[in-house]
């Protein structure tokens, strides 16, 4: 009896009928490397079912895969009002990239539309709070509009309101601790982290930008925890910061072999073997792993850290203090 070989996950296919098929569907197109084409699955369900969550999907993995006009064509096409959240979101990114006066003005009529069509939708809340934090970056005083709205919808002792979204609601929390962040509210942020993760489970952005700031804050182990947490992500580029992360927890926290070993995976996740050439490895990657292997006595291990500090200098677009550490180095490791 012949067994029917199983179905390729990466070939095209198309959009399941269900929506946790459809939503398996991007996982599986994230793990294949082919983020774009999950797109439009984003773009079916929102067809099928017009909420804002779906556009917000689209329009976010439209700028985590660097194709926004994309992600905005595709939006642009869709005659469901919701539409708009995803256009403002797009809107939003702009501004925060250029921070023009034009791009200022145009994400602000942006999110206003979405707001004045789902005014309680967290999503569309939350591309409005990304628009007060983009302004406060500029003008801090604006920080208080988006403080004042996270303490509205997400207040300790009040049950939080999603319209029975909690994806929603977990982005919602996950924003408003971004705005706790900069409010410096170590504890409240951790609150807002907390109540995302578990309205939303093992969310990758979340994980990310809780253990980005527990590392910042200095509390290694926390971060290391939560960045172990993000490296099976489906999306190679969440496991890529994951795995660059915990390489600096770990490096932080003394433990030099589980750094290595997060480098050199960071490394298998880009695509890399062992023996790439030292120009083709991420500047980070060039950086980190160059000065972690620069305190190696072994002579093999010496050369490669040398490899990748001459790779980074070499770099036109490299940090001038990073540039100088990698030539003090340099120095160190002549022989």
Same mark, same amino acid.
């Given at each position: 009896?012949?067994?029917?070989?199983?179905?390729?996950?990466?070939?095209?296919?198309?959009?399941?009928?269900?929506? $946790?098929?459809?939503?398996?569907?991007?996982?599986?197109?994230?793990?294949?490397?082919?983020?774009?084409? !999950?797109?439009?699955?984003?773009?079916?369900?929102?067809?099928?079912?017009?909420?804002?969550?779906?556009?917000?999907?689209?329009?976010?993995?439209?700028?985590?895969?660097?194709?926004?006009?994309?992600?905005?064509?595709?939006?642009?096409?869709?005659?469901?009002?919701?539409?708009? *959240?995803?256009?403002?979101?797009?809107?939003?990114?702009?501004?925060?990239?250029?921070?023009?006066?034009?791009?200022?003005?145009?994400?602000?009529?942006?999110?206003?539309?979405?707001?004045?069509?789902?005014?309680?939708?967290?999503?569309?809340?939350?591309?409005?709070?990304?628009?007060?934090?983009?302004?406060?970056?500029?003008?801090?005083?604006?920080?208080?509009?988006?403080?004042?709205?996270?303490?509205?919808?997400?207040?300790?002792?009040?049950?939080?309101?999603?319209?029975?979204?909690?994806?929603?609601?977990?982005?919602?929390?996950?924003?408003?601790?971004?705005?706790?962040?900069?409010?410096?509210?170590?504890?409240?942020?951790?609150?807002?982290?907390?109540?995302?993760?578990?309205?939303?489970?093992?969310?990758?952005?979340?994980?990310?930008?809780?253990?980005? !700031?527990?590392?910042?804050?200095?509390?290694?182990?926390?971060?290391?925890?939560?960045?172990?947490?993000?490296?099976?992500?489906?999306?190679?580029?969440?496991?890529?910061?994951?795995?660059?992360?915990?390489?600096?927890?770990?490096?932080?926290?003394?433990?030099?072999?589980?750094?290595?070993?997060?480098?050199?995976? !960071?490394?298998?996740?880009?695509?890399?073997?062992?023996?790439?050439?030292?120009?083709?490895?991420?500047?980070?990657?060039?950086?980190?792993?160059? *000065?972690?292997?620069?305190?190696?006595? $072994?002579?093999?291990?010496?050369?490669?850290?040398?490899?990748?500090?001459?790779?980074?200098?070499?770099?036109? $677009?490299?940090?001038?203090?990073?540039?100088?550490?990698?030539?003090?180095?340099?120095?160190?490791?002549?022989?």
């Amino acid at each position: 009896m012949t067994v029917a070989p199983a179905p390729d996950p990466c070939a095209d296919a198309p959009v399941p009928e269900d929506s $946790d098929a459809a939503l398996a569907r991007v996982d599986a197109l994230l793990r294949c490397g082919a983020g774009p084409s !999950a797109l439009a699955v984003y773009a079916a369900l929102l067809r099928r079912d017009p909420r804002p969550r779906w556009a917000h999907e689209l329009a976010a993995l439209a700028l985590a895969e660097g194709v926004a006009e994309r992600g905005r064509d595709l939006l642009a096409a869709e005659p469901a009002p919701a539409a708009r *959240v995803g256009l403002a979101l797009l809107d939003v990114a702009a501004f925060e990239a250029s921070g023009e006066e034009q791009g200022r003005e145009r994400a602000r009529s942006s999110f206003q539309a979405a707001l004045a069509l789902a005014p309680d939708d967290p999503h569309a809340l939350s591309v409005a709070l990304r628009h007060y934090l983009a302004l406060a970056a500029r003008v801090p005083e604006r920080l208080a509009l988006a403080a004042q709205l996270c303490l509205d919808r997400l207040a300790p002792d009040a049950p939080v309101r999603g319209d029975g979204d909690p994806i929603g609601a977990a982005l919602l929390a996950t924003t408003c601790a971004r705005v706790a962040l900069l409010a410096q509210e170590p504890g409240e942020a951790r609150r807002r982290f907390a109540l995302a993760l578990r309205l939303d489970p093992g969310e990758p952005a979340t994980l990310l930008t809780w253990a980005a !700031a527990e590392l910042a804050a200095g509390n290694e182990g926390r971060a290391a925890e939560l960045y172990e947490a993000t490296t099976t992500a489906p999306a190679a580029r969440d496991r890529y910061l994951a795995w660059i992360g915990l390489g600096v927890a770990r490096t932080r926290l003394n433990d030099r072999p589980g750094a290595e070993q997060a480098y050199r995976a !960071a490394a298998w996740t880009r695509g890399l073997a062992a023996n790439a050439p030292p120009e083709r490895v991420p500047p980070e990657l060039q950086f980190n792993l160059g *000065v972690l292997l620069a305190s190696s006595a $072994d002579p093999t291990t010496r050369a490669e850290a040398r490899g990748l500090l001459q790779a980074h200098v070499a770099r036109p $677009d490299a940090d001038e203090l990073r540039r100088l550490r990698c030539r003090q180095l340099l120095l160190e490791l002549r022989e």
